[in-house]
């Protein structure tokens, strides 16, 4: 017979899981669909919010917002309303949440030589977001029998039978960690859009592979995150040259905007006191 404690368990697990119902019957169907896909995003979203430090600045949002929008308006209609977020942390990293959610670490900015790389890695995020990776990753997990383990950890969690463990097993980042983890032909796809869509929104998309090469010729023998957890990045290096070898590239794109870049990384490290980054 249940005790009193395992029924008190039971009940705030049922009241708790109310407030995850878009997460647990995403786990419940077979395919994610466009409207499950932004109601997942909208489910953790603000839970990874919560878990990571923002900058709020407003001129420093819009620069990153306003690229992302450039890129957006060169790909043409979508299904999700897309938001950009700056997360102030030095590690060279950037990731996308299900439904449009992107976003970069100030570490990108500041590593970053110029505009041309940092739109490189947006578009990188976009192309994720745009291809519906992360849909592909759920159906997979769900056909492997992750999800329901997820789900099945979930209820153990709410139930009060994991403790301190509850916030990182099941919460917003990992989740984003879980839907972050692409396979090689996933991110051949996001480069190859991003190598694609960069000059349609005048950016000079040789950004893209100068910042893999940048940061593997400073990461040594340990690379970055954000190349240690997308896999072979030697080959995407390669055929991201390749591709824009193959291009017939308008005159005039850009890899500069005027000095605008480097008064946002200006402005970075004095709001974040950060010293990290490209002098």
């Known amino acids: 017979m249940p005790t009193n404690s395992s029924r008190r368990r039971r009940a705030r697990a049922l009241r708790l899981g109310v407030l995850s119902t878009p997460l647990l019957v995403l786990f419940a169907c077979a395919t994610m669909t466009v409207d499950q896909e932004r109601d997942m995003g909208e489910s953790v979203v603000h839970e990874v919010r919560s878990q990571v430090r923002l900058v709020h600045d407003k001129v420093v949002r819009d620069y990153v917002a306003d690229i992302g929008y450039e890129i957006l308006d060169a790909t043409g209609p979508q299904p999700f309303d897309y938001n950009f977020y700056v997360v102030e942390d030095d590690q060279i990293n950037a990731f996308a949440l299900p439904g449009g959610h992107i976003f970069i670490h100030t570490g990108v900015i500041l590593n970053a030589r110029n505009v041309s790389e940092l739109a490189g890695v947006i578009g990188h995020e976009i192309g994720h977001v745009e291809r519906r990776h992360i849909a592909r990753n759920y159906n997979k997990?769900?056909?492997?029998?992750?999800?329901?383990?997820?789900?099945?950890?979930?209820?153990?969690?709410?139930?009060?039978?994991?403790?301190?463990?509850?916030?990182?097993?099941?919460?917003?980042?990992?989740?984003?960690?879980?839907?972050?983890?692409?396979?090689?032909?996933?991110?051949?796809?996001?480069?190859?859009?991003?190598?694609?869509?960069?000059?349609?929104?005048?950016?000079?998309?040789?950004?893209?592979?100068?910042?893999?090469?940048?940061?593997?010729?400073?990461?040594?023998?340990?690379?970055?995150?954000?190349?240690?957890?997308?896999?072979?990045?030697?080959?995407?290096?390669?055929?991201?040259?390749?591709?824009?070898?193959?291009?017939?590239?308008?005159?005039?794109?850009?890899?500069?905007?005027?000095?605008?870049?480097?008064?946002?990384?200006?402005?970075?490290?004095?709001?974040?006191?950060?010293?990290?980054?490209?002098?």
Do not use: C, W
């Open 141 to 279: 997990m769900r056909a492997g029998g992750i999800a329901q383990q997820i789900l099945t950890t979930a209820g153990g969690l709410y139930a009060g039978q994991a403790g301190a463990a509850a916030g990182s097993i099941f919460g917003g980042m990992a989740v984003a960690s879980v839907v972050n983890t692409f396979t090689r032909e996933a991110e051949r796809e996001a480069d190859d859009f991003a190598v694609a869509t960069l000059p349609r929104a005048g950016y000079d998309p040789n950004g893209l592979p100068t910042f893999f090469q940048t940061m593997m010729n400073e990461g040594g023998s340990r690379p970055p995150e954000f190349l240690s957890s997308h896999p072979s990045t030697e080959n995407r290096l390669a055929d991201t040259r390749a591709a824009i070898t193959a291009l017939d590239l308008p005159p005039g794109l850009k890899s500069n905007d005027g000095g605008k870049f480097e008064i946002i990384q200006r402005r970075v490290r004095l709001l974040t006191g950060s010293g990290g980054g490209r002098p």
